[in-house]
């Protein structure tokens, strides 16, 4: 929220530097994100435009009189305050109504005025361009000085026609002392909603300053016809609505707010649009309270088609089944069963709390208001605004909580203004139907339990000072003390809410630091975080980039996973949010590659080269109880070059494919010491068929990999011209396998014997099968083995296949002779003649 500080100004002294202010209400709890000064010296944005106190200042138009050379130029005399006035020649065409008419002194025509040297921005260029002002010839005419315009101050876009200013000044009165300003950037987060208005802030300004609060004017002069029997107030809902407050203000005139409303408005963030309108929103960001103005003629003519000699009926209420309300943005709403609504006999009028409707809107021709200042209830508020997808700055406040009490100030307020500034006569009474009004409950409070909770001493007598100056009823019980909230206080239950309210005015700053009593307990180290923290950094060593990823999905999104089969990846129940922030973000995922498979499709827009893991849980639905079961998955994907363009590979790298994916995993494996690990090829929707290994451990399935399928790809939108490989693995079913110790050899110091070897197997039998045998066969000199060519077809028998590989025998005592190599390789192809019925491939 933005909170001018010369409007912040009308109801608390500043005692303090705007820098130190910030800082003080930052340490109490509303967070100051920043500080936009206005014309003033201060921050860091060195390009920002500060007013000359010298060169800017207010200027007195005493005449305009015609251009001898040009119909579209005036001159005007201005006092300045310097030896004698001057004249300016100017075009804008608010000054054209006062042409020749003589001395206008007592027409007290103020305006920021330029002398030469000033630097400004320039009027006649796009956005905010600095130029110096030059004296140069006019048609004729030397001009050297200026009347300013909102545009070259700064202020806003208005180029028109000069800034006239409404009040009296001193001529010569430096620009900086008149519209200087501070703006506070503060965030309002739910727990202070009671500072979501300029009185609001005000008010803990007075309170961490020791300076006095100066509320509102609320008195309201009514001079029109009575109210009574005019407007009629019932609720179904008090619970949702406790309080509705109607005025009948007749006769305003759709003209501009006054020039300081609009002022006010433009820096707290508001584009002014008429009075009607400024002042419903001028009040709301001064103290609070929202408000609404129906068109009363039209709430008159509808209660004509129900009641023609009766009052306009105004009843609050839950939708029928099948009702919409068009609001006052265009946008028809379908409405929830819980959408509180403010109505009448003949229909929907506006969506309590948050819009109002379209076809009560004031416009242009409105005369007569009916005021509206309410209270509702905050939770029902907030999820009817998030459920309808409508921002507004009454849902703001509403949904954060303000207090009922705050209705009455409200609409009295408005109502003055109204009758101030837009020409209105309020009817004489106030409708106030007030049926459930929050309860008063004493909250009983002792310094014991403030230095329990807030780690503070104070007396109680301080205690008590700290919660007057913030407007608590305090009284001394002795003992104790009994606390009653004040009446724009929604946010206060119980006594640690008050503890709460007292370190802020102590200071946070102030709580003092305190150590742990007790003896620490003996520390443990995590070991599954730091197993899982072992393979994130083994799978970036191997050039894998790590991506986080939303929890939240749809059913629709994991669908995908599986276009063939059109379900899901699991037949357990998702886990669904009750009340979901965005559509498709409804139900806790099934799978972690459906999430990683999101992060390629938008990287594969603009990236060839993709290689990136997740480590994650999924949700899936317990058997017993109501939480979800949370297994941590591992998914990797791949896709695009095996290396970056390089004059090495002429520029054209090979593309990765099923075995780079194989190898990623294969050398995990190796770098967690896990043994035990197989691939075994299986068919699955989601990758392509004679592409996709069954992943194995011990026996037990661990997971699956391959390549994508094509309809998968289409599914996720991924824009490949390269294999996608995937693989999925099941983190809870590797971890326990990997050892907090494991043995290292030496490096050896003998020669290693390298042989091949050609087998003849089944061509059924997978080569994995084939490898471990190798290994189990060849004993504790067999250090090496890899198969480097498969081979079917030629001399090789029908049903039968060639599998070759490369292996090494080394020992760590002596170095090997033919001899004992022979031996042992006869011993091992005699072992897998007998296991697998392998024979050694003839020449």
């Not at 010569?172 to 519209?179: I, S």
Request: aromatic share 6%; proline share 7%; hydrophobic share 40%.
């Amino acid at each position: 929220m933005l909170v001018p500080v010369s409007w912040l100004k009308e109801y608390v002294d500043i005692v303090l530097p705007v820098e130190e202010l910030a800082e003080k209400l930052t340490v109490a709890g509303l967070e100051v994100k920043g500080i936009e000064y206005v014309g003033i010296p201060g921050g860091r944005d060195k390009e920002r435009l500060v007013w000359d106190r010298e060169k800017l200042v207010i200027g007195q138009i005493l005449a305009v009189n015609p251009h001898p050379n040009a119909d579209r130029l005036v001159l005007a005399t201005v006092e300045y305050g310097g030896d004698q006035t001057e004249v300016v020649v100017t075009g804008a065409p608010n000054l054209f109504p006062y042409l020749s008419q003589g001395d206008l002194s007592r027409r007290k025509l103020y305006s920021p005025f330029a002398l030469e040297g000033a630097v400004l921005y320039d009027g006649h260029k796009e956005g905010q361009v600095k130029m110096a002002l030059k004296g140069r010839e006019l048609r004729g005419i030397y001009n050297r000085c200026m009347l300013c315009s909102e545009k070259e101050l700064g202020l806003s876009d208005e180029h028109e026609g000069i800034l006239i200013l409404e009040g009296a000044y001193t001529p010569g009165t430096p620009v900086q002392d008149v519209l200087g300003d501070a703006i506070l950037d503060i965030e309002i987060i739910p727990n202070i909603a009671r500072c979501a208005s300029m009185v609001g802030v005000a008010r803990e300004v007075a309170a961490l300053t020791g300076q006095k609060l100066r509320e509102p004017d609320y008195h309201v002069v009514m001079d029109g016809p009575p109210i009574e029997g005019r407007v009629v107030i019932t609720t179904d809902n008090p619970e949702l609505n406790p309080r509705f407050v109607a005025m009948i203000i007749e006769g305003v005139e759709q003209r501009p707010s006054p020039q300081w409303m609009q002022r006010r408005l433009r820096l707290a963030g508001q584009r002014p649009i008429n009075a009607v309108v400024d002042i419903s929103n001028y009040v709301m960001l001064e103290m609070g309270q929202p408000n609404h103005t129906f068109d009363y003629d039209v709430l008159r003519r509808r209660a004509d088609s129900y009641d023609p000699d009766g009052p306009i009926h105004i009843h609050t209420r839950l939708p029928y089944e099948g009702e919409t309300l068009t609001t006052l943005d265009g946008v028809s709403h379908e409405l929830r069963p819980y959408n509180i609504l403010v109505t009448d006999p003949a229909g929907a009028l506006s969506l309590g709390g948050i819009m109002g409707g379209l076809e009560s809107e004031i416009n242009d021709q409105t005369t007569n208001v009916l005021l509206e200042a309410a209270g509702w209830n905050f939770i029902n508020i907030r999820r009817s605004a998030n459920d309808l997808k409508i921002s507004s700055e009454a849902g703001f406040r509403f949904s954060r909580g303000v207090h009922p009490s705050q209705a009455i100030l409200g609409a009295r307020r408005v109502a003055e203004l109204l009758r101030r500034h837009a020409g209105g006569k309020v009817a004489q009474g106030i409708i106030d139907y007030y049926p459930n009004p929050p309860e008063v409950r004493p909250i009983r409070l002792t310094a014991a339990e403030v230095r329990r909770i807030g780690g503070i001493n104070p007396s109680q007598a301080e205690i008590k000072r700290l919660l007057e100056a913030l407007e608590f009823i305090v009284e001394d019980q002795g003992d104790h003390l009994l606390v009653v909230s004040p009446d724009h206080r929604l946010d206060i239950e119980g006594a640690h809410d008050l503890v709460e309210e007292v370190c802020r005015m102590y200071g946070y700053d102030r709580i003092p630091q305190t150590e742990l009593r007790d003896t620490l307990p003996p520390q443990r180290n995590n070991e599954e975080l730091q197993r899982e923290e072992q393979i994130k950094d083994i799978l970036v060593e191997l050039e894998l980039q790590e991506v986080i990823t939303y929890r939240l999905t749809t059913t629709e999104r994991e669908g995908r996973l599986l276009p063939e089969a059109n379900s899901r990846p699991d037949d357990r129940p998702y886990v669904t949010l009750a009340n979901p922030m965005t559509v498709d973000r409804v139900a806790m995922r099934h799978s972690l590659l459906a999430s990683v498979l999101e992060i390629a499709a938008a990287n594969s827009r603009f990236r060839e080269r993709i290689a990136v893991y997740e480590i994650g849980p999924v949700y899936l639905a317990g058997e017993e109880g109501l939480l979800p079961d949370e297994l941590r998955r591992l998914s990797i994907l791949m896709t695009g070059p095996r290396r970056r363009p390089h004059w090495e590979n002429g520029g054209a790298p090979e593309t990765m494919g099923f075995f780079d994916l194989k190898g990623v995993i294969e050398e995990l494996f190796a770098a967690i010491h896990v043994d035990g690990l197989a691939f075994e090829a299986t068919q699955h929707p989601t990758y392509r068929p004679g592409r996709t290994a069954r992943l194995t451990l011990d026996g037990r399935q661990i997971g699956l990999m391959g390549e994508l399928h094509p309809l998968v790809l289409a599914g996720f939108d991924i824009r490949a011209d390269s294999p996608v490989l995937a693989a999925e693995l099941e983190l809870e079913a590797i971890l326990p396998h990997i050892p907090a110790w494991y043995h290292v050899s030496p490096v050896p110091v003998y020669p290693a014997v390298h042989e091949d070897i050609a087998l003849v197997v089944d061509k059924s039998r997978p080569a994995a099968e084939v490898t471990a045998a190798i290994r189990r066969a060849g004993g504790p000199l067999l250090r090496e083995v890899a198969l480097f060519d498969s081979y079917e077809g030629g001399s090789i028998p029908a049903g039968k296949k060639s599998l070759a590989y490369h292996l090494t025998f080394q020992s760590l005592n002596k170095t090997l002779t033919d001899k004992e190599v022979r031996k042992n390789r006869e011993r091992l192809v005699q072992q897998l003649e007998r296991e697998l019925g392998a024979r050694l491939r003839d020449a």
